[in-house]
């Protein structure tokens, strides 16, 4: 676990979007402190003039006093919960948009490794935790600690003695917080691991139902779950039993603290040392400083759970960045030349490619084919830079200049990856991911090289809706469609990873012919494939052992 100075500053760094409503909250929060001690004060004025025991005011002026009290404290509760609504999402909202981005924008390689559910876990429940603790939970901790400070020297004002017992509960209070915190960071972020996992088996689980139904496991994946959530719900056990078993003890406190105060003010009121209005007061001021010591218990786990959210953005933020600059373009075209590359995802383990020579010259067309585990996607990962080489580079360049590949060589690239890739949304949003700036026609043309007219011709046109994972196409159909969406980008080196697999011979006949035609020397292009047809439409062939 990270310590918690590094969690602080992270939370500060982080909170910047959230301040203005954590600050307007801090201040309504200390403003409502010192309403509700007017409200003690004119409590104690009233019964006092009523007993005769203050002439300086009349009765109707302290009553007037207590409405004028009670009415702020009714509109200072309206405009905190009117902040916490209009702010409070657009708080969430911001801090979620910037995690998203770094998500988004980190390095491929980096963030792989963790489950999608994991990560839509974290972006979302631990995103609202940490920002409900730095909108909600600091500033109601600040104004309950001006509570308590305010209420003991209003107490000790009127008796020294009975201030100072009812906080020595205090020492204990802090002693028993680091044992308890300790404890409950861990039993914390056990349950939000096991939370993120559920997660991922109802990601997975919806993402891939069709192969559930047909392979007949949907009772294997529904035990999966239900072995997840009676862990998960061992845990939440756990914590509850240890998390009462405290609240008891403290409460236990509290009540001794609070049967003292109450003998103490009877005792004093049978010597005649104090007056009525003292005793309610003794008693109220008591609640005052009690009450703090039991919200600051409950906003320990509340608090805890926002440590435990933060450590896991942080975990988030921690993946690397890709490099940020200007985008080196070849508007004329380009080819792309690897270097005696070698990669392993594991050094330990076995090379994917070890020195690996080959040059795809501007305007060709090659086909890299080989047997599953040989490396052919993992070199498009490379040429992508989703991936860097251990050793070795690949090269960018035309007939003036070569760069290495990078994020920033990206814009010369367009990649159709195998499998249903499309959005949900209509045909229309789906090809303006290609360019954002394409006109209709432009759009049609591209269909077209895609064989995709059938689009066109649909009732709905362009702007028919397809569902999530291009539901409501066939795979063929998606698949040309996220061919046309790669023809609109302006990139002069298309790789098309099995982009022909879901399609039958005719089609990817023409298909071919179409991109053989339009494209040549045009742009250069290369197709992993296990299909001769596509063989046949290219200059050259790159073949890769399994080492």
Same mark, same amino acid.
Request: proline letters at 2%; glycine letters at 8%; a positive charge.
């Given at each position: ?12 760094? &982080?909170?910047?979007? $959230? ?22 004060y004119a409590t104690k004025l009233a019964i006092d003039i009523a007993t005769g025991r203050n002439v300086e005011m009349t009765l109707t002026m302290a009553g007037v006093m207590l409405v004028v009290v009670i009415l702020l404290q009714i509109g200072t509760s309206f405009a905190r ?14 801090m979620q948009l910037r995690l998203f981005r770094r998500v988004l924008e980190c390095e491929w390689s980096g963030l792989e490794k963790r489950h999608s559910g994991d990560v839509l876990n974290r972006l979302e429940r631990d995103v609202r935790d940490v920002t409900s603790v730095v ?87 529904? %035990? ?82 926002? =440590? ?17 600059? /200007? ?30 020579? =080959? ?10 084919? %080989? ?24 090269? &960018? ?21 195998? %499998? ?21 026609? /432009? ?7 895609? $064989?995709?007219?059938?689009?066109? /011709? ?7 809706? $397809?569902?999530? %994972? ?22 002069? &080196? ?32 290369? =197709? ?9 439409? $290219? ?9």
């Amino acid at each position: 676990m990270k310590n918690t100075l590094s969690i602080l500053r992270w939370l500060w760094q &982080i909170s910047k979007p $959230c301040r203005l409503q954590s600050c307007i909250n801090a201040l309504l929060g200390v403003f409502i402190v010192g309403v509700d001690f007017s409200f003690i004060y004119a409590t104690k004025l009233a019964i006092d003039i009523a007993t005769g025991r203050n002439v300086e005011m009349t009765l109707t002026m302290a009553g007037v006093m207590l409405v004028v009290v009670i009415l702020l404290q009714i509109g200072t509760s309206f405009a905190r919960r009117w902040v916490g609504a209009i702010l409070g999402v657009k708080s969430q909202n911001v801090m979620q948009l910037r995690l998203f981005r770094r998500v988004l924008e980190c390095e491929w390689s980096g963030l792989e490794k963790r489950h999608s559910g994991d990560v839509l876990n974290r972006l979302e429940r631990d995103v609202r935790d940490v920002t409900s603790v730095v909108t909600d939970t600091a500033p109601a901790a600040l104004g309950t600690s001006v509570r308590l400070i305010g209420a003991f020297f209003f107490l000790y004002s009127m008796d020294q003695m009975l201030a100072c017992i009812v906080v020595v509960i205090l020492p204990l209070f802090i002693l028993l917080s680091r044992l308890y915190v300790r404890k409950m960071r861990r039993l914390t972020r056990e349950i939000r691991q096991t939370d993120s996992q559920i997660q991922s088996i109802l990601t997975e689980s919806v993402q891939h139902r069709v192969v559930l139904k047909t392979l007949e496991r949907t009772d294997h994946m529904a %035990g999966r779950l239900d072995g997840a959530q009676q862990i998960l719900r061992r845990q939440i056990r756990h914590k509850t039993i240890f998390s009462s078993f405290s609240a008891t003890l403290l409460s236990m406190g509290f009540a001794t603290g609070y049967l003292v105060t109450f003998l103490w003010g009877v005792f004093r009121l049978q010597d005649g040392t104090i007056t009525y209005g003292m005793m309610i007061a003794f008693i109220q001021l008591v609640g005052q400083i009690q009450g703090p010591f039991r919200e600051l218990t409950k906003f320990v786990p509340v608090i805890i759970g926002a =440590f435990t959210a933060g450590e896991r953005l942080m975990e988030l933020e921690e993946v690397p960045l890709e490099a940020k600059g /200007e985008n080196v373009c070849f508007p004329h075209g380009a080819g792309i030349r690897i270097e005696d590359v070698e990669y392993a995802y594991d050094i330990k383990k076995r090379h994917i490619i070890q020195h690996l020579s =080959f040059d795809f010259p501007l305007g060709s067309s090659t086909a890299i084919m %080989g047997e599953t585990g040989a490396g052919k996607t993992t070199l498009i990962r490379l040429i992508l830079s989703l991936l860097r080489p251990q050793s070795g580079r690949v090269m &960018i360049y035309d007939e003036e200049r070569s760069v290495e590949a990078s994020p920033l060589t990206r814009c010369n690239l367009v990649y159709v990856p195998q %499998g249903n890739t499309l959005f949900s949304g209509t045909i229309r949003d789906n090809l303006l991911l290609g360019n954002p700036e394409a006109t209709e026609d /432009e759009m049609r043309e591209a269909l077209h090289l895609a $064989c995709a007219d059938f689009i066109v /011709e649909r009732p709905g046109g362009l702007d028919e809706q $397809c569902g999530e %994972g291009g539901s409501g196409l066939s795979e063929g159909q998606a698949q040309r469609i996220s061919i046309a969406r790669a023809l609109l980008r302006k990139g002069n &080196i298309l790789l098309l990873d099995e982009a022909t697999s879901a399609l039958d011979m005719e089609t990817e006949k023409q298909l071919l012919h179409n991109l053989s035609t339009a494209l040549r020397g045009r742009r250069t292009l290369i =197709f992993i494939t296990h299909r001769l047809a596509v063989v046949e439409h $290219c200059d050259q062939v790159l073949r890769l052992e399994r080492n």
